[in-house]
């Protein structure tokens, strides 16, 4: 069974930087599409950030630039580089690891707030 556990969630000042990070444990980490989501008060549930199997990262058009999205196979570790930050950012973000349709992940959720 897939276990993600996240951390480094928190308060940042607008223009600040957060890394978020995701441990993987259970499965094999590099089959996994892995994602970064994050779900804001009265919004839908966004993907913010992805890297495929291959390789190839995505990003959502709102944090192309800002964010940065990595995989280290070492530690199966997932991570999310937020830099630039702005009062949009703020949200919950959530770690989520896919393959296939039947095996399909998420972490606790850590709590992002950009405030003064």
């Known amino acids: 069974q897939v276990q993600l556990v996240e951390s480094g969630g928190g308060l940042v000042q607008p223009g600040g930087s957060l890394r978020l990070s995701c441990k993987f444990s259970?499965?094999?980490?590099?089959?996994?599409?892995m994602n970064w989501w994050r779900e804001a008060p009265g919004k839908q549930r966004e993907m913010v950030a992805q890297?495929?199997?291959?390789?190839?990262?995505n990003y959502a058009d709102s944090v192309k630039g800002r964010f940065i999205a990595d995989k280290d196979y070492a530690s199966n570790t997932f991570t999310l580089q937020m830099n630039s930050m702005k009062s949009d950012d703020t949200a919950v973000y959530y770690c989520?690891?896919?393959?296939?349709?039947?095996?399909?992940?998420w972490g606790q959720g850590t709590q992002v707030t950009v405030s003064l």
């Open positions: 259970g499965s094999i980490f590099a089959i996994y599409l």
């Open positions: 890297i495929t199997p291959g390789g190839k990262e």
């Open positions: 989520n690891a896919r393959v296939g349709e039947q095996h399909n992940y």
